[in-house]
């Protein structure tokens, strides 16, 4: 029995060592969508999440997904939490909620209240670094917009499927033709693109379908 319990401790300490540790230096600002550096080393959490909460709260009629996995991220208990201390499998668990949370947002990218909600997934989940290739991808169509380049400077951009949007960063005017070009050339931002549209697409009906029955139910 003691040899089963050695060997569990060692998978799971296996599967820690798995997780991508992701760790603000001393001097590194934290991930803000709204704030300046200097501000978002003076704003804390708790601020960060009441915004969001209160964006939500003015969101929620509109937005899609299951109500639970919204109050489920945006909870108490899920506030303060550090991905590093989760495994690898708890961490894609996460992710795969935080994704589907990201996509249901994307329609909303230039209103306040969205960008609030977004703000605290960058501070307490890490999205840009976890999830920064979905952020990328899926607010990709507000590409003319100076917030867009604001979410672009949280993100990471050395993958090989994002290092093309690096010219964003350099305050040029970027465009169609140069995202047409990437397209193009890289089949698989294509790919996950139609995915995430045909996935909201999807969810949006079904929102759209459980209102009509619940107005429905109401008259």
């Given at each position: 029995m003691q040899q089963s319990n050695t060997s569990l401790s060692a998978q799971l300490g296996q599967l820690k060592l798995q997780s991508r540790a992701i760790r603000?230096?001393?001097?590194?600002?934290?991930?803000?969508?709204?704030?300046?550096e200097a501000t978002s080393r003076a704003v804390d959490i708790d601020l960060i999440h009441s915004m969001a909460l209160g964006g939500y709260a003015r969101l929620r009629d509109q937005l899609c997904g299951p109500a639970d996995i919204h109050s489920e991220?945006?909870?108490?208990?899920?506030?303060?939490?550090?991905?590093?201390?989760?495994?690898?499998?708890?961490?894609?668990?996460?992710?795969?909620?935080?994704?589907?949370?990201?996509?249901?947002?994307s329609p909303f990218f230039l209103e306040p209240d969205c960008q609030k909600i977004l703000d605290y997934l960058l501070r307490n989940f890490y999205v840009h670094a976890f999830e920064g290739e979905n952020l990328c991808l899926l607010y990709l169509q507000f590409y003319r917009e100076?917030?867009?380049?604001?979410?672009?400077?949280?993100?990471?951009?050395?993958?090989?499927?994002?290092?093309?949007?690096?010219?964003?960063?350099?305050?040029?005017?970027?465009n169609q033709d140069l995202i047409v070009k990437a397209f193009a050339h890289d089949n698989y931002l294509l790919e996950q693109l139609r995915k995430s549209c045909?996935?909201?697409?999807?969810?949006?009906?079904?929102?759209?379908?459980?209102?009509?029955?619940?107005?429905?139910?109401?008259?």
């Amino acid at each position: 029995m003691q040899q089963s319990n050695t060997s569990l401790s060692a998978q799971l300490g296996q599967l820690k060592l798995q997780s991508r540790a992701i760790r603000l230096e001393p001097n590194q600002a934290p991930p803000s969508l709204l704030f300046s550096e200097a501000t978002s080393r003076a704003v804390d959490i708790d601020l960060i999440h009441s915004m969001a909460l209160g964006g939500y709260a003015r969101l929620r009629d509109q937005l899609c997904g299951p109500a639970d996995i919204h109050s489920e991220l945006l909870s108490h208990e899920m506030k303060g939490l550090n991905r590093n201390h989760l495994t690898k499998v708890e961490n894609e668990q996460l992710s795969t909620k935080l994704r589907r949370m990201l996509l249901w947002l994307s329609p909303f990218f230039l209103e306040p209240d969205c960008q609030k909600i977004l703000d605290y997934l960058l501070r307490n989940f890490y999205v840009h670094a976890f999830e920064g290739e979905n952020l990328c991808l899926l607010y990709l169509q507000f590409y003319r917009e100076p917030i867009y380049v604001k979410l672009l400077h949280n993100v990471n951009l050395e993958s090989r499927h994002l290092t093309w949007l690096k010219v964003f960063l350099q305050k040029q005017v970027v465009n169609q033709d140069l995202i047409v070009k990437a397209f193009a050339h890289d089949n698989y931002l294509l790919e996950q693109l139609r995915k995430s549209c045909l996935e909201l697409v999807r969810d949006q009906a079904r929102h759209q379908e459980e209102n009509t029955i619940i107005r429905l139910e109401e008259d």
